[in-house]
């Protein structure tokens, strides 16, 4: 019997993917559970999952050495980048130029089952500047393209979790309505009730 086969550890579910965009959903990689903070990025493996989920992957089977601690400081840089553009702030973007040009693409052509001809880029960078490229990419849109006023933090006093509004109305309140959406329905029935 191997004893390295038995294991009480808990797979961690990984980080919500609620953003709907993956700079929000880079912000979500650190939550808030009952006031205590939760990091979904622990090791090497739990970012190199989290990556994945958005078809971001590598050949290698170990992740290069920098790479958790470069995802963290992205991170830490999307979090102030993404807090001064939602507050109307001059952005100090300069910093993030580095992770965009270790992320070195080409132009690549080809053509599908139907002779369809695509343009698409392919990565030609490796290790972690093509894990964390696209990520990056993703940061710099949303400051490029997106709307300040759709990047928002989900109401509830408890939740830190951040979303980009892409309801038609632009009214969406909640990380998730199952979640926090539920919590104040529940809390606003209790106050009414006088519970
Ligand atoms: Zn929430």
Not at 4 to 24: K, N, V
Not at 125 to 139: H, I, N, R, S, Y
Not at 148 to 158: I, S
Not at 160 to 167: K, V
């Amino acid at each position: 019997m191997s004893e390295a086969a038995t294991t009480t550890e808990q797979p961690q579910s990984g980080a919500p993917m609620l953003g709907d965009h993956l700079a929000m959903d880079l912000l979500n990689t650190e939550a808030r559970a009952d006031g205590q903070p939760v990091e979904f990025w622990s090791n090497d493996q739990d970012l190199l999952h989290w990556l994945a989920r958005y078809g971001i992957s590598q050949t290698a089977t170990v992740a290069p050495a920098d790479l958790l601690p470069q995802a963290k400081a992205l991170r830490a840089l999307a979090h102030q980048l993404i807090s001064q553009f939602r507050a109307g702030q001059p952005i100090d973007y300069r910093p993030l130029n580095p992770y965009l040009q270790a992320y070195s693409t080409v132009p690549y052509l080809e053509q599908d089952a139907e002779g369809t001809l695509t343009l698409s880029r392919h990565c030609t960078a490796e290790g972690t500047g093509a894990l964390l490229g696209p990520v990056a990419e993703a940061v710099a849109q949303l400051l490029v393209e997106g709307n300040a006023a759709l990047v928002k933090q989900c109401e509830h006093p408890d939740c830190i979790l951040w979303f980009y509004d892409r309801t038609k109305a632009h009214k969406r309140r909640w990380c998730s309505m199952a979640l926090c959406g539920n919590r104040h329905k529940a809390a606003q029935f209790r106050k009414r009730s006088g519970g």
